[in-house]
């Protein structure tokens, strides 16, 4: 199994999204997948993940290569955005075939909430406010990123800060079941047992 990540931006994105996704398909006994981050080309942001000429671009280079496609990107209070991802869905369907599944998802509000969700945070914070949040990266994840003292590091902390949160993996998916428990479910059931 072969999998391609499809970011909205993968050049903060992928150092949440490898380990996170890696660590959900492990969690879903898919342990011999290969997991990628598609980094060509570039989606310069949602917009652009979004549009399906785009899509249909990368899934015409990746087609086959890839067995499983997962467009993720940041839902950042954008009500709508479940619909148009839907939409995606069901031309990825109709263009890949039965040989290969795409799926779509939107991280609720943004992909750093993920991250947050596998650690221990300041007491102070309440989960709901940080899920509510329509911009928790600049209220709650670089603040967190600061406190645990690896703002410095390789994207602003994120390399770091998923892969310890991904070990922890039963975390995220108990506070995120809106997004990493609804891709849990479409991935268990679009893959063959």
Same mark, same amino acid.
């Given at each position: 199994?072969?999998? =391609?990540?499809?970011?909205?931006? &993968?050049?903060?994105? !992928?150092?949440? #999204?490898?380990?996170?996704?890696?660590? @959900?398909?492990?969690?879903?006994? @898919?342990?011999?997948? $290969?997991?990628?981050?598609?980094?060509?080309?570039?989606?310069?942001?949602?917009?652009?993940?979004?549009?399906?000429? #785009?899509?249909?671009?990368?899934?015409?280079?990746?087609?086959?290569?890839?067995?499983?496609?997962? =467009?993720?990107?940041?839902? %950042?209070?954008?009500?709508?955005?479940?619909?148009?991802? /839907? !939409?995606?869905?069901?031309?990825?369907?109709? &263009? #890949?075939?039965?040989?290969? *599944?795409?799926?779509?998802?939107?991280?609720? !509000?943004?992909?750093?909430?993920?991250? *947050?969700?596998?650690? /221990? =945070?300041?007491? /102070?914070?309440?989960?709901?406010?940080?899920?509510?949040?329509? %911009?928790? $990266?600049?209220?709650?994840?670089?603040?967190?990123?600061?406190?645990?003292?690896?703002? %410095?590091?390789?994207?602003?902390?994120?390399?770091? =800060?998923?892969?310890? +949160?991904?070990?922890?993996?039963?975390?995220?998916?108990?506070?995120?079941?809106?997004?990493?428990? +609804?891709?849990?479910?479409?991935? !268990?059931?679009?893959?063959?047992?």
């Amino acid at each position: 199994m072969r999998v =391609l990540i499809i970011p909205e931006d &993968f050049r903060k994105d !992928q150092y949440i #999204l490898k380990p996170i996704i890696t660590a @959900m398909l492990k969690y879903l006994d @898919m342990n011999r997948a $290969k997991v990628i981050v598609c980094t060509d080309p570039l989606l310069g942001g949602v917009s652009q993940a979004l549009k399906w000429k #785009l899509i249909q671009e990368i899934l015409e280079i990746y087609k086959n290569k890839i067995n499983l496609f997962l =467009l993720i990107v940041d839902r %950042d209070g954008e009500e709508g955005r479940r619909k148009r991802l /839907d !939409q995606l869905e069901q031309e990825a369907k109709k &263009f #890949l075939g039965p040989k290969r *599944l795409y799926f779509a998802e939107n991280a609720w !509000q943004e992909v750093e909430v993920w991250v *947050l969700a596998g650690h /221990d =945070l300041p007491n /102070d914070w309440q989960w709901k406010t940080i899920r509510s949040e329509r %911009d928790p $990266k600049e209220r709650y994840y670089e603040p967190f990123a600061k406190l645990s003292g690896v703002w %410095d590091q390789l994207a602003e902390g994120r390399k770091t =800060l998923a892969e310890e +949160a991904a070990c922890r993996y039963t975390k995220i998916r108990q506070r995120c079941p809106e997004d990493i428990k +609804a891709l849990e479910n479409k991935i !268990q059931q679009g893959i063959p047992a």
